[in-house]
């Protein structure tokens, strides 16, 4: 079955970086627009950021500047490089894909922003 698995989440400080990445299994990724969303406890999941087959990108109002979303075809690899992360950052960050709604998600992948 479709898998996505999403990496490269951990704890950084205040400003700091990070890059996930969502690798995905029987899914081609050039086929299916795909999305990053974020869960902080206690909190309903939100958007981040998306990145269309038709090459488009869409950001939070809260990532713009800040967070990158890309792609890597011949890895059948999507990223989300994060800058300047803060606090309020602190999440199970989930990847998505879909063709219409996002029908495959990820387990997701911690990140934790010490202040």
């Known amino acids: 079955q479709v898998q996505l698995v999403e990496s490269g989440g951990g704890l950084v400080q205040a400003g700091g970086s990070l890059r996930l990445s969502c690798a995905a299994s029987r899914l081609t990724f050039s086929n299916y627009d795909v999305g990053w969303f974020r869960q902080a406890p206690g909190k309903e999941r939100e958007f981040v950021a998306s990145s269309w087959r038709s090459g488009r990108t869409y950001y939070a109002d809260s990532m713009k500047g800040r967070f990158t979303i890309s792609r890597d075809n011949t890895k059948n690899t999507v990223y989300l490089q994060m800058n300047s992360l803060k606090p309020e950052d602190t999440a199970v960050y989930y990847c998505?894909?879909?063709?219409?709604?996002?029908?495959?998600w990820g387990q997701g992948t911690q990140v934790t922003v010490s202040s």
């Open positions: 998505a894909a879909g063709q219409n709604t996002y029908s495959y």
